[in-house]
């Protein structure tokens, strides 16, 4: 797949979020202390991203750290147990085997923390028509999975944009085209999306729009992922 641009609407209500400290200053989450030994890093395998996301990640400490990186088409949204992403033939499968990648890093490397990304724009992630909302469900259910299987395991959550042509920092001025990683919290994402209905069901129905008037809908698509309930991801 060819480089992607993030669209002008998905920018805007990314630009909201960021406004509204959904996703902060990856310097602010001070993961050395959690967990100085390394991460276990799993994030999509895009090629024109994920150099980026491995520098800054590994940038987050101070001294060497292992850095056991995984990168899959679509990155963390293949962990959540009802990802649309996971193949349909063998979900169960195919969850399990990726689960036990992570289980096996943890015990070859002493590893106790994995990183989750995802990233915007996503080819895996537009492929299976996914918003921004379903993105960020999608990780949030893969963190509770992991966290329910692994109790110790610490899972922070991580996304990755490539600002088009606008500056994802306010205070700076903006530029042709940046990436940024952003530290992410679940329960500010999900405060934001209830806060903001309107703007995500109107946005969502854009999307829908579009999608309708460009190509016919996937074969199978599963039924969207409504992981937050409250708000019309989980509703539609
Ligand atoms: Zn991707």
């Known amino acids: 797949m060819s480089k992607l641009v993030l669209s002008e609407t998905d920018a805007q209500v ?7 400290d959904v996703f902060t200053d990856l310097e602010n989450h001070r993961i050395t202390n959690d967990e100085p030994t390394g991460s276990i890093c799993f994030t999509c395998a895009d090629g024109h991203q994920i150099g980026d996301i491995y520098t ?8 060497e750290a292992c850095i056991h990186t995984f990168g899959l088409n679509g990155g963390a949204l293949l962990l959540a147990p009802n990802s649309p992403l996971l193949p349909l033939i063998f979900p169960e499968g195919v969850h399990a085997f990726l689960i036990q990648q992570i289980d096996d890093a943890m015990k070859m490397k002493g590893i106790n923390l994995c990183a989750i990304y995802t990233h915007f724009p996503c080819g ?21 999975f992991l966290k329910k299987r692994f109790p110790t395991l610490k899972v922070p959550l991580f996304v990755h944009v490539h600002w088009p042509y ?15 990683t952003y530290y992410m919290s679940g329960k500010h994402a999900e405060a934001w999306i209830v806060a903001n209905r309107q703007l995500v069901i109107d946005y969502e129905a854009d999307l829908r729009k579009k999608a309708l008037a460009s190509a016919p809908p996937p074969a199978e698509r599963p039924s969207s ?7 019309s991801v989980a509703t539609r």
Do not use: C, F
């Not at 895996?124 to 509770?144: E, F, H, N, P, W």
């Not at 606008?166 to 940024?180: A, C, K, N, T, V």
């Open 14 to 20: 990314l630009q909201l979020m960021r406004n509204a």
């Open 56 to 63: 800054r990640h590994s940038n987050i400490y101070e001294e």
């Open 124 to 144: 895996a992630a537009t492929s299976a028509r996914l918003s921004i909302m379903d993105q960020l469900g999608l990780v949030v259910s893969a963190k509770t």
């Open 225 to 231: 992922p409504g992981v937050w309930i409250g708000t």
């Open 166 to 180: 606008r500056s994802g920092d306010s205070e700076q001025p903006p530029r042709p085209s940046m990436r940024r």
